[in-house]
């Protein structure tokens, strides 16, 4: 398994889980090398939803394997809205509440670990967003990439 196809995974899982969907939350994998925050994320969140950014800080050796990279991973779910607007219309899930399912959603204990959660702001020009991110540390064996 890779980073991206890890994000995928979860990006999918968070899409199925129908609590999500119907409080308008929907999931993205976090392209390589952009920014926090990028368009398609920014417009679900502009029209009233909350997006959920999976992406992969940060990555480790952690021992040794026959075949493939032991790692261990930070995972982190940014769940990303603009309170006046997510909030307007019902029904609705905060960027907390939504990093609180995803918390209890991804944490299996064995493979993917929960951590903690932190909060910030993103200002992006006129629009200040706000962000409940949901860390988890995550164990996998690491295959190398496709070309």
């Known amino acids: 398994m890779t980073l991206r ?67 261990s991973s930070t995972l982190a779910v940014d769940c ?17 509440g939504a990093a609180e399912r995803v918390a209890h959603l991804l944490h299996d204990g064995r493979t993917v670990t929960f951590d903690r959660f932190e909060s910030s702001v993103i200002d992006d020009k006129e629009t200040r967003f706000y962000v409940f991110t949901a860390y988890f540390a995550a164990h996998f064996t690491h295959t190398k990439p496709q070309d």
């Not at 119907?22 to 994320?41: H, I, M, V, W």
């Open 80 to 96: 990303i809205e603009i309170p006046a607007v997510n909030r307007a219309q019902e029904p609705f899930v905060s960027a907390m």
């Open 5 to 71: 196809k890890l994000q995928i995974i979860i990006r999918d899982k968070l899409n199925a889980c129908d609590a999500l969907v119907q409080g308008r939350c929907r999931a993205f994998a976090e392209d390589a090398l952009s920014a926090q925050l990028t368009p398609e994320p920014a417009l679900h969140a502009g029209s009233g939803g909350v997006a959920l950014v999976v992406r992969t800080p940060g990555a480790q050796l952690s021992g040794a394997a026959a075949s493939g990279l032991p790692v």
